[in-house]
């Protein structure tokens, strides 16, 4: 008997859905987890646009009253909706306050388990038995509920740093960071269940309380720790940005996020988030026969997919007098990926994240639709591929889908290195685009005093181009904004090659943005050259 799986340490109302393709009317649905709360009126989320100025307050001992900084990085802080509501106003009309969110209650994934069962089945269908595991190497993070440090798979097991206090009460879903962190590093220890990288080494970041804000401090903090593998196996329906820009920092910073992509199609086939931000990994959940789980969400943003059903996982005694069971949910496709990802970069240390993220899916085995499909994404977690295949060229300067994420004191302390400079006015550049984890690439082009700049993109497939110039806040703006600030701009179809230019007739050198997109209602991805020239 199918059973819903415990799915994710904040994946919220994940429902139990068909992954497959939709056609006839559902069947009866699954049992659902309560819908996500935001709990009005308990707490905010506050990001100060000068960075500085947090970290100065806080040197000098002046707080914002109950406040907590939970990114350093990006200077957000965490305050009851009490004193944000009578400061909030003031440090916007001020410039200081970049966002005002609400720290959102997050509700995991329902999981159902059982006493454990055969064996587990995942490891030959994704080559772990093929190929042997290396020792400690690239950290894999995990962020949920807290791991049971006394249970006999983690008790006294080496290369396991708790970023902090981890508890594993009893009751509710306490259970899932154990069964998660058991599926990615339980170790060869002659009991119980074998993870698929039995050594490696292993961060855990409690949640505790399930709100955004407690997902933004464990990014932070596993940051803090240096670039690892960042397992999400949870999730809600709704976006936000704070969050969505501490991925960015992440994974311009070298880290690899991984998610689960949800468990509800059949009870709506919901947007889950983190899985649906750009440069996120996510992962749906395939069956025995390697077909899509009947639960397992679907979308562009699904990258390939992983066993995620009667899958054996290590659980605190309260739930389970034997310490195991087993479980299904994107929560356990999910740190299958992560683990195998950690693998291949132990073994592969020289790839940049950008190509860790796409020899992950690239190298996935075929097993839906040909080629890419929303229920697998690229297709099944091919272990011996992945530490194999190609190397995948590096897509330079990810993430740049707009101004904010390339100039200095927005996201990042220091701008995106410019694609010409002074002196440099002539290059050459290779990058792609995809439709979900990277629709957009934006780049800096110096334009010294009285030169004009010709800039050529020839794409694999549909790629228009833009030109901005230096004062635009974003290549998003329209009306009014949109003809002061655009240049010039040129969207061929297909193949066809885009040139725009533009002359610098002042005294002295400027810097305009280049931005190389994929049309709405166009191509799904494409690689593209650039070629820059600077002439009188």
Known sequence: MRRLGVSAAVLLPVLICSGTAAAAAPPAKAQRAPSTSSRPGVRELMSLRNHPYALIQTRRGVRIPGGMLISRRLAIWRLPTSVATRIGLGLSARGVARAIEPDRELLPMRA?????????????????????????????????????????????????????????????????????????AAPENGIGVVGIYPQAVLREWDTGTLFVSNVIEGIERSLDAGPAVINMSFGFDGYDQLLADEVDVAFGSGSLLVAAAGNDFREGNVRHYPASLPHVLTIAATDEQDVSSFFSNRSLAVDLSAPGENIPVAVPTWANPSGYASADGTSFAAPLVSGAAAWAWTRRPELDVTQLFDLMRWSAKDIDAKGFDEDTGYGLLDLPAALSSPAPSVDPEEPNEDVYQIVAGKLFKRSAPPLTSPGHGRTTLSARLDISEDPEDVYRVWIPAHRRVVIQVVPTADADVELWNSSTPSVLVTGGARRKHLIDGSGNNGSVPDTVAARNRSRRGIYVFLDVYLPEHGATAADYRVAITTTR
């Open 112 to 184: 159902v388990t059982e006493p454990l069962a055969g064996y587990e089945w995942w490891r030959s269908d994704v080559g772990a038995d093929r190929v042997e595991p290396p020792g400690p190497g690239k950290p894999v993070t995990v962020i949920d509920t807290g791991l049971d440090t006394g249970h006999p798979e983690f008790a006294g097991r080496p290369n396991t740093t708790l970023l902090d206090a981890q508890s594993t009460a009893a009751g509710g879903v306490e259970a899932h960071g154990t069964a998660v962190s058991s599926v990615v």
